[in-house]
């Protein structure tokens, strides 16, 4: 596995953990099931198609 990728899961499961834990804070045990589906749903959109948000954000367009 490449540094890029163990960063990249790094990044994704801190921002899990954050979600879960402001879903704890907010809701008890029923905000943490709710911040759970939340957390998979924005991590595998952000895993998936990050390199299409970015090229869409800067606006690049293929050569």
Do not use: P, R
């Amino acid at each position: 596995m490449s540094t890029n990728s163990i960063k990249s899961f790094l990044l994704l499961g801190l921002l899990t953990g954050l979600i879960l834990l402001i879903g704890n804070l907010l809701g008890g045990t029923t905000g943490l099931v709710i911040a759970l589906v939340l957390a998979v749903g924005i991590n595998g959109y952000s895993y998936w198609y990050s390199d299409k948000i970015v090229l869409a954000s800067t606006g690049a367009s293929e050569v």
